[in-house]
C-alpha cells in the first residue's frame, strides 16, 4: 500500500466562543489554514488532487460544501474534486484518514484535508417557518446544543462526563488539576513562542480598525485550583464537570497537505510526519 506522509500543517488562532472570531465565516477560516499549509508545503494549489474538510455546524448554505468552498476561496482550482465530511468531535481527524485512503488507493498523490468551525455563528433553527406553524405556539431550535446532545437519549455531553467521571471514579480535583494543567502548558507554549510556526493570523476588526489575530483567546492566565475549586457544576445538582474543567466551545481552522511519500521526495517537500494506522469504532450512544 501507499506510504502517505504529512507535508505541512497550518491553523487558525483559537478565538473563544462570541469573541474575536465570531465575525468571521469558517469558510474563511478553513481557506486560511490552506493557503498557508500549501505555501508551507511548497505545492502550487494546481498540484492539489482532491480536497477533504470537516465541519460540524452549518452557519451559512456554503458551509454545506465546505471543502469545495474552502478550496476555492485557497485558489485551488475548480476542476479539483472536493468532499465533506463529519464525524461530530472527529471530523478533523476523519478528513486526515479520508485524505489518506485517496492516496492509498492511488487515486491520488497531493490531498488537501482539514476542517473548520464557528460555534460561535451557528445560527437558529425554525422547522415551522417554511410552511407555517398554523396555529399555537412554535420554538427555534439551537444546533449548537443539539450538536452536543445525544440524539437517541437527548443526553447533554456534559452528563456524559459526569457520567464517565462516576464510572471511573474521576473526582472534581482531578478534573481541575488535568484542566489547570492543559491552561499552564497551553500558556507556557505561548510564552514560549511554541505556537508560532502553527498559527496563521487572521484579519479581524476591532471597532474602526483591522488587527491580526493570532493567539489562542480561550487559554486563562489566571486560572488557578482556588478559583476552579469555587466553580459550581454545570450538568448535575452534585456533579464534578464545571466550567473550568470542561471542554470549551471556540472557533478557529486548521488544515494538512498530505503527499504519497514518492511524490514528496520527488518534489522535495518536507515530509514532519507518517501515517501509519488509523482506527475507529461504535459504542453506546
Sequence with gaps: MTEVVISS?????VGSYGKSLRGVAPTDLGATAVSTALERANVAPESVNQVV????????PEDMYMARVVGMK????????????????????????????????????TV???????????????????????MGETKMIDPV?????????????????????????ISREEQDEFALESHRRALAAIE????GEEIVAVPVKVKKDTVDFDQ?????PDASMEGFSK?????????????GNASGMNDAGAAVVLMSKEKAEAEGAPVRARILSYAYCGVDP
Aim: proline residues 4%.
Design 192 to 195: 514560549g513562542g511554541r505556537f
Design 112 to 134: 488537501v484535508a482539514g476542517g473548520a468551525e464557528s460555534m460561535s455563528r451557528g445560527p437558529y433553527w425554525m422547522k415551522d417557518a417554511r410552511w407555517g406553524a398554523r
Design 145 to 169: 446544543v443539539g450538536g452536543l446532545t445525544d440524539p437517541f437519549g437527548s443526553i447533554h455531553m456534559g452528563v456524559t462526563a459526569e457520567n464517565l467521571a462516576d464510572s471511573h471514579s
Design 216 to 220: 489562542d483567546e480561550h487559554v486563562r
Design 231 to 243: 466553580l459550581r457544576p454545570v450538568f448535575k445538582k452534585d456533579g464534578t464537570v464545571t466550567a
Design 9 to 13: 500543517a497550518a491553523r487558525t488562532a
Design 53 to 60: 474538510f470537516g465541519n460540524v455546524i452549518h452557519t451559512a
Design 74 to 109: 485557497a485558489g485551488i482550482p475548480k476542476e479539483v474534486p472536493a468532499f465533506t465530511v463529519n464525524r461530530l468531535c472527529g471530523t478533523g481527524v476523519q478528513s486526515i484518514i479520508s485524505a489518506a485512503q485517496t492516496i492509498e488507493t492511488g487515486e491520488a498523490d
